[in-house]
């Protein structure tokens, strides 16, 4: 059932199309003035305002555009005994979803209240999922009070409003994804989709049939034609991570879409069009790679349009025992274990730590900690890697914890290596090679 309010002055007139409505079901709420009206509004869920356009205090096409504004998810039908083509105009240009004169509506007002019914009804669920798609990928959902957190989420929520490409810099588990989801939601794309692509995901041949698409009998296997991300991004945003992995011939092809908005997939000789906002992230130098000319320099230069350079977790322990109580919460519920006792050498020996693997690493620490409680945790839960931390208090041999944490993230894979590389963030053919010199 539908919410509509009946704005008008005439309470003759406001009381008898009151009762036709509600006996086409709907619930009627009425008001004798724009004041009263807004005042409705701020109390009740409305979905259709029905107003008269003279209002005693005001003006009821000028009400529809205030309506409009601030609550955009409510549809408005413009009455007037003395209808003019200037106020229909004015009307519909400030969003009312119709004007009727009065005498010839009561044959039009129920179908035209039915359609306005349902457009609001849909634009208020997808204004009730941008809020819910808000609150979990949002900017509010990057813990952190330390500066340099801080310095980089004010920039990303600067570039958000914009339809700017952005380049995302930073160590392996810094977050990346969180903020590229945070600049999305907190664009006017928010409504359209967030695609995101692992660069380092796919072989040379096959990312640029994931990125571009590709027709039917294109190459053995291509048994139909297929979308690839680039379409699944048209008018939302495109995140591209590892963008230093990508095959320098792709990365022309990549630069075409960025510059004029077209592609062609593969296996097709026309180009298509689309409209996307960029997104990219890597934890390589890319000015330095495009100097050496293993990076495009055009590319780098179109990408990197406007920089935000995240902070490793080593730049942020002032942050560590808030993610950490965070993650213990979140893996808690995860585990159906009751949420234990955290102990103060448990977040000093996590302070002490030096984080390669940055808050990718810290999760997964938390995450085996919580499986390992017994009620409270304490420094004897953690990797033994932590011990010499606390014990020694010196700098870890790095590739002696790079070698433990990615033996861990293998067990924890259960041997698969495609989704230990996904947990680690780094390319599948890295993993191979540091297997290899780790001899795992």
């Given at each position: 059932m539908?919410?509509?309010?009946?704005i008008?002055?005439?309470d003759?007139?406001?009381k008898?199309?009151?009762?036709?409505v509600?006996?086409?079901?709907?619930?009627?709420?009425?008001?004798?003035?724009?004041?009263?009206?807004?005042?409705v509004?701020?109390k009740?869920?409305?979905?259709?305002?029905?107003?008269?356009?003279?209002?005693?205090?005001?003006?009821?096409?000028?009400l529809?555009?205030?309506?409009?504004?601030?609550?955009?998810?409510?549809e408005?039908?413009?009455?007037?005994?003395?209808?003019?083509i200037?106020?229909?105009?004015?009307?519909?240009?400030?969003?009312a979803?119709?004007?009727?004169?009065?005498?010839?509506h009561?044959?039009k007002?129920?179908?035209l209240?039915?359609?306005?019914?349902e457009?609001?009804?849909?634009?208020?669920?997808?204004?009730?999922l941008?809020?819910?798609?808000?609150?979990?990928?949002?900017?509010?959902?990057i813990?952190g009070?330390?500066?340099?957190?801080?310095?980089?989420?004010?920039?990303?929520?600067?570039?958000a409003?914009t339809d700017?490409?952005?380049?995302l810099?930073g160590?392996?588990?810094?977050?990346?994804?969180?903020?590229?989801?945070?600049?999305?939601?907190?664009?006017?794309?928010?409504?359209?989709?967030?695609?995101a692509?692992n660069?380092?995901?796919?072989?040379?041949?096959?990312?640029?049939?994931?990125?571009?698409g590709?027709?039917?009998g294109a190459?053995?296997?291509?048994?139909?034609?297929?979308k690839?991300?680039?379409e699944e991004?048209?008018?939302?945003?495109?995140?591209l991570?590892?963008i230093?992995?990508?095959?320098?011939?792709?990365?022309a092809k990549l630069?075409?879409?960025?510059?004029t908005?077209?592609?062609?997939r593969?296996?097709e000789?026309?180009?298509?069009?689309v409209?996307?906002r960029?997104?990219?992230?890597?934890?390589r130098?890319?000015a330095?790679?495009?100097?050496?000319?293993?990076?495009?320099?055009d590319?780098y230069?179109?990408l990197?349009?406007?920089?935000?350079?995240?902070?490793?977790?080593?730049?942020?322990?002032?942050?560590?025992?808030?993610?950490?109580?965070?993650?213990?919460?979140?893996?808690?519920?995860?585990?159906?274990?009751r949420?234990?006792?955290?102990?103060?050498?448990?977040?000093?020996?996590?302070?002490?730590?030096v984080?390669?693997?940055?808050?990718?690493?810290?999760k997964?620490?938390?995450?085996?900690s919580?499986?390992?409680?017994?009620?409270?945790?304490?420094?004897?839960?953690?990797p033994?890697?932590?011990?010499?931390?606390?014990v020694n208090?010196?700098?870890l041999?790095?590739?002696?914890?790079?070698k433990?944490?990615?033996?861990?993230?293998?067990?924890?894979?259960?041997?698969?290596?495609?989704?230990?590389?996904k947990?680690?963030?780094?390319?599948?053919?890295?993993?191979?090679?540091k297997?290899?010199?780790y001899?795992?």
């Open positions: 539908s919410n509509v309010l009946i008008d002055d005439e003759n007139l406001r008898l199309l009151a009762r036709v509600e006996l086409e079901g709907y619930a009627v709420f009425q008001a004798g003035t724009a004041k009263e009206g807004l005042r509004l701020q009740e869920t409305i979905h259709v305002v029905i107003s008269d356009v003279k209002l005693p205090d005001g003006n009821g096409v000028d529809a555009g205030k309506i409009k504004q601030e609550h955009p998810g409510v408005v039908i413009v009455l007037t005994a003395y209808g003019t200037e106020d229909g105009v004015k009307a519909m240009k400030n969003g979803f119709d004007y009727l004169t009065k005498g010839d009561q044959e007002i129920i179908p209240l039915s359609k306005a019914s457009k609001a009804k849909l634009q208020q669920r997808v204004l009730n941008e809020q819910r798609l808000q609150d979990k990928f949002g900017f509010d959902n813990l009070k330390s500066k340099a957190l801080k310095e980089a989420v004010l920039l990303a929520q600067k570039v409003a700017t490409s952005v380049l810099l160590e392996t588990g810094t977050g990346k994804e969180v903020f590229a989801q945070a600049i999305h939601y907190g664009s006017p794309r928010a409504a359209r989709a967030f695609v692509l660069c380092s995901a796919f072989p040379k041949d096959l990312l640029e049939s994931e990125l571009f590709h027709a039917e190459f053995t296997g291509a048994t139909k034609s297929k690839g991300y680039v991004a048209h008018e939302g945003t495109l995140f991570d590892e230093g992995e990508m095959n320098i011939d792709l990365q630069l075409r879409v960025l510059e908005g077209e592609f062609y593969v296996g000789s026309k180009p298509r069009k409209n996307v960029f997104v990219a992230a890597t934890n130098n890319l330095q790679e495009s100097e050496a000319g293993h990076f495009r320099k590319l230069y179109r990197s349009v406007f920089t935000i350079a995240l902070p490793s977790l080593n730049d942020r322990r002032d942050d560590i025992a808030l993610l950490a109580n965070f993650f213990v919460t979140q893996f808690s519920l995860k585990t159906n274990k949420e234990p006792v955290v102990k103060p050498a448990f977040i000093q020996a996590l302070e002490q730590h984080w390669k693997g940055n808050i990718r690493e810290l997964n620490v938390i995450e085996r919580i499986i390992l409680s017994d009620g409270e945790l304490d420094a004897t839960v953690l033994s890697e932590f011990n010499t931390t606390l208090n010196t700098a041999d790095l590739a002696s914890v790079e433990q944490h990615i033996k861990k993230m293998l067990e924890h894979a259960g041997g698969n290596k495609t989704q230990t590389a947990l680690l963030g780094i390319g599948l053919t890295t993993l191979y090679q297997i290899k010199d001899e795992l």
